[in-house]
């Protein structure tokens, strides 16, 4: 039975299931594509547009498809509505910082800048190196034992820096070697502020020092 489109809502429905079709986009694949903004034709490719994951349209992450619009007029609407939601835009940022995800992508960004080095060949392997602390110790911190947390690190209150003194924080076991999975573990950042730049050698001499001075008697 042919099914005729009674309306826009009917076309769009059939647009839909017919690009959905497996190997709808195979066959209908173009070497170039037009800018919807600038009316410009570019390569279709990721140098001249952004790559486009959407399943109902039939692409996938192995074959993506691309933005309407090429990567010069992406930015330039990515930038002026950047200007025009500057609220938004933060608040956007702010959750994405607060998940595990977009926290431990900022101290990979971090990570790669440090001077001493990074093991590390990508935000794959932190991320592997993080589930699998949390794995063995869940959101406790391996040093103090207390639970730890994912607030944005740092704003401005009252002109003053504002730091969560239970937020995760990375630490490099022997300061003076790179971030490593074996130098790297994450802890509270009240925990390595504490800690500093002390090393177990110093920590060593420090409890025995502790024990001459105390020997038995419970301290804390």
Same mark, same amino acid.
């Given at each position: 039975?042919?099914?005729?489109?009674?309306?826009?809502?009917?076309?769009?429905?059939?647009?839909?299931?017919?690009?959905?079709?497996?190997?709808?986009?195979?066959?209908?694949?173009? /070497? &170039?594509?037009? +800018?919807?903004? +600038?009316?410009?034709?570019?390569?279709?490719?990721?140098?001249? @547009?952004?790559?486009?994951?959407?399943?109902?349209?039939?692409?996938?992450?192995?074959?993506?498809?691309?933005?309407?619009? +090429?990567?010069?007029?992406?930015?330039? *609407?990515?930038?002026?509505?950047?200007?025009?939601?500057?609220?938004?835009?933060?608040?956007?940022?702010?959750?994405?910082?607060?998940?595990?995800?977009?926290?431990? &992508?900022n101290m990979w960004?971090?990570?790669?800048? /440090?001077k001493k080095g +990074?093991?590390?060949? /990508?935000?794959?392997?932190?991320?592997?190196?993080?589930?699998?602390?949390?794995?063995?110790?869940?959101?406790?911190?391996?040093?103090?034992?207390?639970?730890?947390?994912?607030?944005?690190?740092?704003? *401005?209150?009252?002109?003053?820096?504002?730091?969560?003194?239970?937020?995760?924080?990375?630490?490099?076991?022997?300061?003076?070697?790179?971030?490593?999975?074996?130098?790297?573990?994450?802890?509270?950042?009240?925990?390595?502020?504490?800690?500093?730049?002390? &090393?177990?050698?110093?920590?060593?001499? @420090?409890?025995? @020092?502790?024990?001459?001075?105390?020997?038995?008697?419970?301290?804390?």
């Amino acid at each position: 039975m042919l099914f005729l489109p009674k309306n826009e809502k009917d076309k769009k429905n059939m647009s839909l299931r017919k690009t959905s079709q497996p190997g709808y986009m195979a066959k209908n694949w173009k /070497s &170039t594509k037009t +800018c919807n903004r +600038c009316g410009k034709e570019y390569p279709k490719d990721k140098d001249h @547009f952004y790559p486009v994951t959407d399943p109902r349209a039939g692409y996938t992450k192995e074959n993506p498809g691309f933005s309407y619009y +090429c990567i010069p007029c992406e930015n330039k *609407r990515t930038n002026k509505y950047k200007k025009l939601n500057p609220e938004k835009i933060w608040k956007r940022m702010r959750d994405y910082d607060e998940t595990p995800h977009g926290y431990i &992508t900022n101290m990979w960004n971090d990570m790669k800048k /440090s001077k001493k080095g +990074c093991e590390f060949k /990508s935000f794959d392997e932190v991320w592997e190196h993080w589930e699998e602390q949390v794995r063995t110790y869940g959101m406790m911190c391996p040093y103090l034992g207390i639970e730890m947390t994912m607030i944005r690190g740092k704003s *401005r209150a009252a002109g003053k820096l504002v730091i969560t003194p239970t937020n995760v924080s990375r630490d490099k076991i022997l300061p003076s070697r790179p971030y490593s999975k074996k130098n790297l573990v994450f802890v509270s950042w009240k925990a390595n502020n504490a800690k500093h730049s002390i &090393t177990p050698r110093i920590a060593r001499r @420090f409890l025995s @020092f502790v024990r001459e001075r105390y020997g038995t008697e419970d301290i804390e």
